[in-house]
C-alpha cells in the first residue's frame, strides 16, 4: 500500500513536468541501466540459476535471460521514447456550441498505473518509461522467477531519476514475492487508476475476479498470420519464419498459418521445409497433408494451443 501511496503523491507532480524534463529523465534513466549493466547481468544470472533449479522451460528461461544485447535494446527503448510525440495535452477534438461555448477533447493521464508481470524482464524498463513519457506513474508487480533481475533494473531506473525533476515515487516496484501482494494490488482503487496484466490465461482470469481496480486485459496469445493469393511469397515465407523461429518463447511468436488455397501448393512446400531445418513441429490439416504430406496431422485442440 506504502508503494501506492508514493506513486500517486508522484503521480500529482509528474502530470504537471515538461516534456523535456520527462525526455531528460529518460535519457537518465537509459545512461543508469547502461552503468549498472554488468550487475543487472550478475543478477539475472541468480534468476537463470534458480529457474534451473526449479526445471523450467527452455522457453522461459529463453524469457527471463539477460545478455549485453538485451539490456542494449532496453536503454535503446529509453532513449528512442524521447523521439515520440508527448501525448499529455494533446487536443483530440474541438468543437464549438451554438452559444459560443467551446468544448476540447484532450489527452490526460491515467494516474497510477499498475502492472503484473511474469518472466521477461525487460518489460520493468520498456513500462517504466512508456508510463512516464505519458506523464503516468507506475506499480510494478514482476514474477517470482526474474526477482533479482527486476531489483536491480529499478534499483537502475531510480538512480537515474536522482539527477531530474521527477519524483523518485514516480516508479514504484513490488519486492514480495507472496501471490497475496498482487490480491492487495488489485483492490487499491483508492491509489491505483488502472492494472494492467501481462501473462498467462488463468493468471488474467483471477485478477480480472478480484480486483476492485479497472483492469486493462489482453486476450490469449494466439497468433496468426494470413498469406493471401496476392502477396509476396519470398517475403511471406521470411514473415512467417521470423515469426516463429526469431524467439519461440514469446507471447507473439505466430502459432497458426492460414494460407490462401490458390498459393497453397506454391508456398507450403517452401515454408515447410524452412521451417523444419529450425527444428520447428509443423501441423497441419487434411488440406496441408495432401500437399505437404510429411508434416503431423493437426487436431481441434492445436488450433486453440498456444506454443
Known sequence: K??????????GILQNVSTSQKNDALLEMAKAVKQNANKIIKENKKDIKYAQKKNLSKALIDRLKLDEKRIQSMINGLNELTNLPDPVGEIVKELTRPNGLVIKKVRVPLGVIGIIY????????DATGLCLKSGNSVVLKGGSEAIFSN???????KQGLKNTKIPEGTIGFIGSVERKAVREMVKLDKFIDVVIPRGGEKMISEIRRLATVPVIA????LCHIYVDKNADLNMSLNIVYNAKVQRPGVCNAVETVLVHKDIASLFL????????KANVIIKGDDKVKKITPDVTKATNKDWETEY
Open 2 to 11: 506504502n508503494i501506492a501511496v508514493k506513486a500517486k503523491k508522484a503521480s
Open 118 to 125: 511474469e518472466s521477461r524482464p525487460n518489460v520493468t524498463s
Open 151 to 157: 531489483r536491480a533494473i529499478v534499483s537502475s531506473l
Open 218 to 221: 489482453h486476450g490469449k496469445g
Open 269 to 276: 512446400p517452401g515454408m515447410v521445409e524452412s521451417l523444419k
